[in-house]
Structure formats: C-alpha cells, structure tokens
C-alpha cells in the first residue's frame, strides 16, 4: 500500500513552458484575480448598512447583498470544477472574469436594489470562476511547482479575507458603495493577459451534466438559505432535492460528480478535514471583528488595523507552506496548521480581555495557518485524485469551504444570541459576561482543532502509516 507521500511524489498534468518573466506575469495576474474574487466578497459587509438606508429597505432584505453572493458562488465553484474538466481553462477563466467584471459595472450604475441584487449575482457567477480554475493550474501546467504556487495563491486568498471588510469601509466612506463595484470591475484589464499566457487547449471527452447541476445548484442554495435564516422549510426541502441529486449520479451516464469519487479514501479524508478546519478559521474571521466591537469599542478602520498584522505575517511565511508541502508533505503541514490554529484559540480564549493588540498578535497564528492548511489541502486533493477528476474534485473543495464559512457564521451569530453563560470555562479568565462568552467560544474552537487533527490521524494511519521525504 502506497504512503501519502508517495501518492503525492508522483506528477501529472502537461508541463506549460513559459519563460521565467511570462511565468512570473501568469503567477501575478492569477493572484490579483484571486485577490479581487475575495475581496468583493468581504467588501460588501460593511456597506450594507448603506445599501438599505440609500433604498431604504429592511436590514433583513439587505443581508442578500452577501448571502445571494455566497450562494451563487458555492454553486459556481462546484460547476466552474466540472467544466474544467472538459473544456479549455482559458475559455473558462475569460468567461469567468468577463461576468464578474460586467456584474460590478452593472451593479456601479444600479438605480434600484434589484439591479443591486442582480449584478452580486452576477458578479458571482463570474467571480466564483477564478478560485475553481486557478487552484487548478498549478497541477495541470506546473506539477513541479504545485506547492509554491498553491501557497501563493492562498496568501492571496488571506489577504484578501483580512483586509476586505477595511478596504470596503474605506471606499464607502470616502466616495459612495457604489465605487466599490467600480474596484472590482478593474480585473477587466486582466483579460489581454491571460489571453496571452494561458495555453490554447482542445475540448475534452465528456458531456456536461445539465440536470445534475440544477440539482446541485437548488439543493445547495436552499441550504445556505437555510442556514442563513434558520427556516427549517429550506432545510427539508434543500434535503430532497439533494436526496435526488445522489440518486440521479448513479444512474446517469455523465454525472456532474462521479459516486467513485468518494470511495477514494484520501480525497473522503482531505474533504471532510477541510470542512471542519475552515469552519473554525472562518468562525474566527467571523468572532473577531465583533469582539474587538463589542468589549473594546473599536471602529472598523482601527478594527482593520488591528487584523491587519496577521494578514502581513501570513504573506510573509506563505512562501514556506509550498516548500514544506513539497518536502514534507500534505499530512505534516496540515498537522502544522492545525497547530497554530489551536495556539491561537487558547491564547484567544486565555488573555482575551488584556488589550486589542494581544488580540492581534494572537490572531497572527490563525492567519499564518490560513495558507499552510489551504496548501496541505489543496496539494493533496490535486495529488490523490485522477487527473480528469481534479477539476471537480477542486469544485468539491471550494464548494465546502464556502459552505463552511457561512455554517460558521451562523454558529457564532446563534451561540452569540443565545448566550446567557457569564461564566468562563477558562481558569485563567475571571471576567463575566461578554467577555466570558467569547472566551468559551475560543475554546470550543481549540476542541474542534483537537478533534479535526485526531481524525486525520486515526484515519490516515492504517493505511498509509508512514511518511517519507520529497
């Protein structure tokens, strides 16, 4: 039986031979439209207040702003995977870029809310593109390299979760919401390069699976609707229309996901690990930003400011999560990650109330294991999986991740409603209230990175005991 790390050592994919400074163009334009794919997702929050005072609608209605987006996108990415596939990556991404660019166009000239609505659905639909297809490239055209530029690409994708909400608050404040589309309409001007880099490819075998994908899209985007809302009418009947999506992949010839693929247990593992790991990153992303609101009073500039270090520290290191995943593999980098995101729950949990700036330095751990995790991940889904399946099953990865960022949200805002504990479980915290509730949040995160590291290792021991270097 072959180790992970021997899976991971073999190479697959058609090299892309670019010259040094073409490949360096090609890893930057991907990057910025990675940077720009997250951004106008985090941008939005803090302009919703706007929104709906300028339309004057309920804050209810106004929640679409972001939700309608997350939607589109978990469902794009799944998709966008799928067609990967089969058709040509450039086509793809141009495609992609063109419908988040005309939607943030559409949405800086909206003069109603349903303009508004429709041009984040837009821009979704184009938007969700470029993480399911870059995350790909570096596996098809550059297997050699595939840790270091997965590695860039999730610093970019770190960097573009911390300073999002900042940059938004910045560009409303100063000019109007609406130029907040204007920005993301800028990744225009990066079509003529990736028209130029990206290689000419031919239509592989494979038919498009258009039913399967209605399925996938309704039934997924009732559950996030669910989620979102907690309306358990969405729940049900988000779970029979996934109900017969399972059945209708295995009983059609061409299935949008094929059933073997989660008989391949790495890929089972490296999902369910991934899902678990990002809801507590995101639940983080998520919890910190309402504390430093709500015990130190903080605006969001200075809020930003304080998140700020973590997301400079982790483009600093992420250049060593693509070398470590490539010397060491997937399985000590993933375990390495869930390290630092423990570290950083129990000095969260532990000194929470000593000053916003002990917050940040204790954030810079989470946010250094974004990349790391992200890579170990991403590396090991490219490797154990054929290669007429990465497309998808990097479909399947982003989808969860999405998925796993509203879950999260949700946890945190119902935990934070609900809460009526004044009493830290944490013996070095004597506060009440508050500050107490989101210390017993913290260390329900610290227990859920133990439990996510153990079920790795317990299910990766038996049949690929041993790791062995690159």
Not at 80 to 92: E, F, Q
Request: overall charge positive.
């Amino acid at each position: 039986m072959r180790t992970i790390s021997e899976v991971e050592s073999e190479t697959k994919g058609t090299h892309l031979h670019l010259t040094k400074t073409d490949k360096k163009k090609l890893i930057s334009v991907l990057s910025v439209l990675l940077l720009f794919s997250v951004l106008n997702g985090t941008m939005f929050i803090v302009s919703i207040p706007d929104i709906t005072l300028h339309f004057n609608l309920l804050p209810s209605h106004g929640s679409w702003i972001v939700t309608g987006y997350i939607i589109f996108f978990a469902i794009g990415a799944v998709l966008y995977g799928k067609l990967s596939d089969i058709y040509p990556i450039k086509t793809i991404l141009l495609i992609g870029v063109s419908l988040f660019a005309l939607g943030s166009l559409l949405g800086f000239f909206s003069i109603n809310y349903a303009m508004v609505i429709i041009a984040r659905m837009l821009q979704a639909c184009g938007a969700s593109a470029i993480p399911a297809v870059v995350l790909i490239i570096p596996t098809r055209y550059f297997p050699n390299e595939r840790g270091r530029m997965l590695s860039i690409f999730s610093t970019m994708m770190v960097i573009g979760s911390g300073i999002g909400p900042v940059m938004g608050g910045v560009i409303a404040g100063f000019l109007n919401w609406q130029y907040i589309f204007l920005f993301s309409s800028f990744s225009l001007f990066t079509l003529p390069l990736l028209k130029s880099l990206l290689p000419n490819e031919e239509k592989k075998d494979g038919r498009t699976d258009i039913p399967g994908a209605i399925l996938i899209a309704l039934g997924v985007g009732l559950f996030i609707t669910f989620i979102t809302t907690f309306n358990w009418y969405f729940f049900f009947l988000s779970a029979v229309i996934l109900g017969f999506f399972i059945w209708w992949i295995f009983h059609t010839e061409f299935p949008l996901i094929l059933p073997s693929m989660f008989k391949n247990k790495l890929f089972r593992v490296a999902i369910i690990v991934s899902f678990l790991g990002m809801i507590i990153m995101f639940s983080n992303m998520f919890i910190t930003p309402l504390l430093l609101r709500e015990v130190y009073g903080l605006t969001t500039i200075l809020i930003g400011l304080v998140m700020f270090p973590g997301a400079l520290f982790s483009a600093l290191t992420a250049r060593f999560a693509g070398i470590w995943t490539d010397r060491w593999g997937s399985e000590r980098v993933c375990f390495f990650a869930l390290i630092l995101i423990f570290i950083s729950a129990i000095l969260l949990s532990s000194f929470i109330s000593i000053s916003p700036w002990f917050i940040s330095f204790a954030f810079i751990f989470a946010y250094i294991a974004f990349p790391f995790f992200q890579t170990a991940i991403a590396s090991l889904i490219s490797c154990v999986l054929p290669e007429n399946q990465i497309g998808i099953g990097m479909g399947i990865f982003n989808l969860f991740n999405f998925m796993s960022s509203a879950i999260g949200a949700a946890i945190i805002g119902k935990i934070l409603d609900y809460s009526t504990i004044g009493v830290s479980i944490n013996p070095f915290v004597k506060e009440t209230g508050e500050v107490a509730t989101y210390s017993n949040i913290f260390i329900g995160m610290g227990f859920l990175v133990v439990l996510n590291g153990l079920f790795f290792y317990l299910a990766t021991r038996k049949k690929y005991p041993k790791l062995s270097k690159h």
